[in-house]
């Protein structure tokens, strides 16, 4: 059928144009995070959260959004980690260890336990505080889930992390220096949006995937559920 196209812009009322985040809340109702806030939209109109109105945020660039099974929405920022429950109440999440820094990904796993990538490593939410889950103290540049399996990447590697512990696979030189923006599973393989182009980890090796069409830096990708890579 006819594919059907609407933009909104800053006249409609969203906090900004460039938006670094997008989820879907359980009344239908989507959220984007954008450079200068956070914004609930119903389809008509846009309300906007900052963190001059909004203190919980911590910071108004939003980095990461992800809405989870008890209908609370994760709002990552350049400064920390927020919370919206589903009373509409904001609250801010710190680390145990000081202020987590930025939010660079998000992560739920199938107990229900959120992970968190930030620069200054790998947390977990646990009772409204950010728990070190791991002894690396650098930056988590991605992570997904996959299975029983917690996937995140460093500067030129890739972590499996397990109940039985952590497993590292440094990255080939030749990607050494990419960072890592997101990750997604398609069936057995991985796939890695980074900013020196797409890689795929299949069956325990890396391998690069370019198109003539295919920008050399990428930010964001998605696998649906017929499995295509988006």
């Known amino acids: ?51 001059v109105d ?36 904001f609250t801010a999440v710190m680390a145990d260890d000081g202020e987590p820094g930025q939010v660079n990904g998000l992560a739920e796993e199938a107990s229900g336990t959120l992970y968190v990538a930030t620069e200054r490593g790998l947390f977990a939410a646990r009772d409204g505080v950010l728990r070190r889950v791991d002894a690396l103290h650098r930056r988590v540049t991605a992570l997904t889930t996959h299975g029983e399996s917690l996937w995140f990447t460093t500067q030129g590697a890739l ?44 069956q325990g090796a890396m391998s690069e995937l370019a198109l003539e069409t295919m920008p050399i830096s990428l930010r964001g990708l998605a696998v649906d559920e017929a499995g295509n890579l988006w």
Not at 16 to 33: C, K
Not at 68 to 80: A, M
């Open 1 to 51: 059928g006819e594919l059907l196209h609407q933009g909104w812009g800053p006249d409609s009322g969203i906090p900004q144009i460039s938006v670094s985040a997008i989820a879907r809340d359980a009344e239908g109702l989507m959220w984007v995070g954008t450079e200068n806030g956070l914004a609930r939209f119903d389809g008509q109109r846009f309300e906007t959260f900052r963190q």
């Open 54 to 89: 909004t203190p919980a945020l911590q910071s108004s660039r939003i980095t990461r959004l992800h809405h989870d099974r008890q209908q609370r929405l994760w709002i990552g920022t350049t400064r920390g980690l927020a919370q919206r429950d589903a009373q509409g109440r």
């Open 159 to 202: 972590h499996r992390r397990q109940a039985s512990g952590t497993q590292s696979f440094v990255l080939p030189a030749a990607w050494a220096e990419v960072a890592v923006n997101e990750m997604a599973w398609s069936g057995d393989t991985l796939w890695l949006s980074t900013s020196g182009g797409l890689l795929r980890w299949r």
